[in-house]
């Protein structure tokens, strides 16, 4: 039973888009929310990420939007670029803080 | 530059083999884990360690076992490889001091393959 379900598990957008991966949690006790990006033949690294005191929080193109009643973040890609081209894996954790639940990915291609 | 290493990139071996894999990290890291991924299950935790000589199963230890007899290293074993663990396999590691948050670095994987 995956505890954090995510969604789409791929995602095609022209270059300039703005491609929405969304995610959803059932754990109260998680309270870290990080985001990592994966290129092919790669580990995945982290990309961004969020605590629940904040609604929002912008990194250059990318923006994770957090709804703490729903059990709901999102991540938002502004003017998507080829190069963004990627798995995405959204993640959560307690405040115990050394274990992360992950999604199930998302492959987004982003077409020139 | 900090590195996550595994031994291998891709891996083929036969029904029944004794597997071994192995992760270095030189972050000087408490915490060492080992995941696979499949498409669609994202990334499932098989077992991870805090220290050294310690372990926890994760999510699905069932089949597999590891080793850690030195902080840097972190081995996966594979005691009798059956098919349903093709796979790609990623080691990662983090620091366990909370102020540093929980960053995990992974290191490149190793796809294997059970004939």
């Known amino acids: 039973q995956q505890q954090v379900k995510q969604s789409p598990q791929s995602l095609i957008v022209q270059k300039g888009g703005i491609p929405i991966i969304n995610c959803a949690y059932e754990n109260t006790a998680f309270d870290y929310f990080p985001w990592y990006q994966q290129f092919p033949g790669k580990g995945p690294a982290l990309l961004i990420a969020i605590r629940p005191d904040v609604s929002e929080k912008k990194e250059g193109r990318f923006t994770i939007s957090f709804n703490k009643s729903a059990k709901q973040f999102s991540l938002h890609i502004m003017d998507s670029q080829p190069g963004d081209s990627a798995t995405y894996f959204c993640a959560a954790t307690d405040n115990a803080g050394n274990m992360l639940t992950f999604g199930g990915g998302t492959r987004l291609m982003v077409k020139p | 530059d900090v590195k996550v290493t595994q031994s291998s990139r891709y891996l083929v071996k036969r029904t029944g083999e004794k597997v071994f894999l192995e992760c270095v990290q030189d972050?000087?890291?408490?915490?060492m884990f080992w995941y696979r991924q499949d498409p669609g299950l994202g990334l499932r935790l098989i077992y991870f360690s805090y220290d050294v000589k310690m372990k926890e199963k994760g999510d699905i230890p069932e089949g597999y076992s590891v080793s850690r007899e030195k902080k840097e290293r972190f081995s996966l074993i594979l005691e009798s490889a059956s098919t349903n663990q093709t796979s790609m396999y990623l080691c990662a590691s983090s620091s366990s001091i909370r102020g540093l948050g929980v960053e995990q670095f992974f290191g490149p994987g190793t796809r294997l393959t059970v004939l």
């Open positions: 972050m000087d890291h408490e915490n």
